[in-house]
């Protein structure tokens, strides 16, 4: 695929620990908590410190290492209260929300933090989560033919008055939400991102969402999902959904030290719940003929971050990381989402030492662009890869 032209700056967005146990599935110490006066702190550092989004997850019950869980529209509403320009994404799955009952919500919590709510919707993993609400089940593709109407619906309701929807799984009835969230022309509602890989996952991103997120991937995963993704969105005749990029980031001062830092997480791996994790999330995606959905290649050791975090490689010096994260943008990604071993001491570390780099690398990748542009100017190919 050709690299994008000139794109905006690279934007950046971490994993709210609203769940305990941390972002790997490791004994190693995390000096991370996912209460919310430690999640209060992390949101003003981090807002403080380059990050325009936050991403709540949501998961209703212990498993696999994540004993006591957060409510994630509520705790995104907290955390939105507490900062000034943090945009939060709250997950949310169809199947237990009633879309209209979501946008309710969504305009309130919009109005009262100046516009910066936002909805990752999920299709699920956690058949027993579902089971135990008393809920059904559905079967992969069924859960994202659910997803989409939901969607439809949301972005319905959220924009029109007299919103219909007669879906297979909804149905909205000449409802008129007010008030309706804010809104800009850059911004008609709250931003509709999705989670999920497979074929179903990026179909569904072209026809109706504004962001599609992957699990963490190197170059050739990313690409693959773009070109797919770019594909299904001018099919549907709309612009392309923008792309975000899960990945687990450990800088340190040197190469070394990162490095052994991943070799001690793998190595301090709760076995048992990574190995119950694997076998839940792989039957999940069984029912999909191709098996492209997330999780289906993945290694124990990918597990242990379980959104495949370490797989993006953004582990090493600031400079390393910092010309990955530009080599990722150029491929076409527009956010990362990163999570951290120790939140607080390391978006600290990230804005400091990391993102002064990231703009640095950008500035010179843009002089480059305008130099190419004037034939006297024109920089050598390889400088601008
Ligand atoms: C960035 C991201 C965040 C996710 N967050 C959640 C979550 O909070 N709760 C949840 O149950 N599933 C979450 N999922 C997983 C999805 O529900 C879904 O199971 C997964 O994306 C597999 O879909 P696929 O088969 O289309 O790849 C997330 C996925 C991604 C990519």
């Known amino acids: 695929m050709s690299e994008s032209p000139a794109q905006a700056p690279a934007r950046f967005a971490y994993w709210v620990p609203n769940v305990s146990g941390g972002l790997v599935t490791s004994t190693i110490e995390q000096r991370t908590d996912w209460g919310y006066d430690y ?23 212990a498993s696999y290492g994540a004993e006591f869980q957060h409510e994630s529209t509520s705790f995104s509403l907290a955390l939105l209260l507490a900062t000034e320009r943090l945009k939060v994404i709250a997950a949310v799955h169809p199947g237990l929300w009633h879309p209209g009952v979501l946008a309710k919500l969504g305009a309130t919590a919009d109005h009262l933090s100046g516009g910066r709510f936002a909805v990752n919707v999920v299709s699920g993993w956690f058949k027993g989560e579902f089971t135990a ?21 949301l972005r319905a309701i959220w924009t029109e008055d007299h919103a219909e929807l007669a879906g297979d799984f909804y149905r909205i009835r000449d409802f008129s939400l007010k008030p309706k969230p804010l809104n800009s022309p850059a911004r008609p509602h709250p931003e509709i991102f999705q989670g999920g890989n ?31 993704v770019r594909a299904s969105a001018a099919a549907a005749g709309r612009p392309a959904p923008r792309f975000g990029l899960n990945g687990f980031l450990i800088a340190r001062d040197t190469e070394a030290e990162a490095r052994e830092v991943l070799r001690e997480i793998i190595a301090k ?63 076409g990604v527009d956010l990362f989402l990163l999570g951290f071993l120790h939140y607080l001491e390391e978006v600290e570390y990230f804005g400091e030492r990391v993102l002064p ?29």
Not at 201 to 218: E, I, L, Q
């Open 269 to 331: 791996a709760d076995t048992e719940a990574v190995r119950g994790f694997g076998a839940a999330v792989q039957q999940a995606g069984q029912s999909t003929a191709d098996r492209t959905g997330m999780w289906q290649d993945s290694s124990f050791e990918d597990l242990v971050q379980y959104n495949d975090g370490f797989r993006t490689g953004l582990i090493g010096t600031p400079e390393q990381i910092a010309e990955r994260i530009v080599a990722f943008k150029r491929r």
């Open 198 to 228: 497979s074929t179903a996952a990026r179909a569904m991103a072209g026809r109706v969402s504004d962001w599609y997120f992957s699990n963490g991937k190197d170059f050739d995963g990313v690409t693959e999902q773009i070109r797919d």
């Open 39 to 61: 999640n209060r702190k992390l949101a003003v550092l981090a807002e403080n410190n380059g990050f325009e989004y936050a991403l709540s997850q949501v998961r209703y019950m």
């Open 133 to 153: 609400l008393g809920e059904p089940w559905l079967e992969h593709d069924e859960r994202y033919r659910r997803a989409e109407e939901f969607i439809r619906a």
């Open 357 to 385: 780099l990231v703009r640095e690398l950008e500035a010179r990748e843009e002089g480059h662009e305008a130099d190419a542009a004037t034939p006297a100017g024109r920089a050598p190919a390889a400088a601008r890869h």
